[in-house]
């Protein structure tokens, strides 16, 4: 098992930047692929970004294109994820999770077994 910590969240105007930071001890973390969800009142938690344990490959939900990135070091142990142009709609709790997957990269939640307790993001119009 891998201990998540995120940081890094906090109250931004619409058009602004933040960047989530995820610090990992435990499971070895280089070995994994990661990934970065959030979840909104009332919604259902949904997939942000994910990357592959060399950082070789990445992927974005639709939403989030162009606008965000996410990186990894795996000297640190610590993933990030750069949110740019950020909107209101992006105003959630996010977590970062690693998965059990040493190829590739997944959006889908079941590949994940451990998650971090969640940063808010807040973006005001």
């Known amino acids: 098992q891998v201990q998540l910590v995120e940081s890094g969240g906090g109250l931004v105007q619409a058009g602004g930047s933040l960047r989530l930071s995820c610090a990992a001890s435990?499971?070895?973390?280089?070995?994994?692929?990661m990934g970065w969800f959030r979840q909104a009142p009332g919604k259902e938690r949904e997939f942000v970004a994910a990357?592959?344990?060399?950082?070789?490959?990445?992927y974005y939900t639709d939403s989030v294109k162009g606008r965000f990135t996410i990186t990894r070091d795996n000297v640190q142990n610590t993933m990030y994820l750069q949110m740019n142009s950020l909107k209101p709609e992006d105003t959630a709790v996010y977590y970062c999770?690693?998965?059990?997957?040493?190829?590739?990269?997944?959006?889908?939640?079941?590949?994940?077994?451990?998650w971090g307790q969640g940063t808010q993001v807040t973006v005001s119009s």
């Open positions: 999770a690693a998965s059990g997957l040493t190829m590739g990269v997944t959006d889908r939640l079941a590949d994940f077994n451990s």
């Open positions: 435990g499971r070895t973390f280089s070995r994994y692929a």
């Open positions: 990357i592959s344990w060399s950082g070789d490959s990445t």
